[in-house]
């Protein structure tokens, strides 16, 4: 099954259970697909979709350290929620060693030798790990690989 197809089983479910805040959240996710399909005049398939979803996680991310610098535990909960109904529709997330083992793969199979190898390494690794890594961490994972 496809994630829209899913978010709108999932939106139908939520409906009839009465879960507002569930239901607010993958209102959103909807909502930020159906922009991007209109924006760019496409339908968009498996892995554009996940990359949406993944930006929806990343700015959620950013804004529960906002809310926790600010102090505002309040609004840090709701975006942690909003955080969890996401995760749930991307795949489970590389391990520590998963992820290593993927970035000194790629610098072998690339035959990346320094830091101006970054971006073509990083290319290959966000491909390989497609909604499965924090591409930040994936980048100092890299820097570190290849500054030797």
């Known amino acids: 099954m496809s994630l829209k197809t899913q978010l709108s089983s999932d939106m ?5 259970a009465g879960e507002k805040d569930r239901l607010g959240v993958i209102r959103l996710m909807q909502a930020a697909i159906q922009q991007r399909e209109v924006d760019e ?16 996680l990343k700015q959620r991310r950013d804004s529960v ?6 102090g ?6 709701v975006e942690r929620y909003e955080i969890g109904v996401i995760q749930a529709y991307l795949p489970e997330p590389l391990g520590e060693a998963e992820l290593a083992a993927l970035v000194d793969k790629v ?3 690339t035959g990346a030798q320094g830091p101006q190898d970054m971006g073509r390494v990083m ?15 994936v980048s100092a994972l890299v820097k570190r690989r290849l500054a030797g």
């Open 65 to 70: 350290e906002q809310y926790e610098k600010a």
């Open 107 to 109: 610098v072998a199979d």
């Open 41 to 56: 005049r496409i339908e968009l398939d498996e892995p554009q979709v996940m990359a949406v979803l993944e930006k929806m």
């Open 72 to 77: 505002r535990e309040d609004l840090a909960a």
């Open 123 to 137: 290319a290959a690794v966000k491909t390989a790990a497609a909604g499965r890594a924090d591409m930040g961490q």
């Open 12 to 16: 139908k479910t939520a409906m009839k």
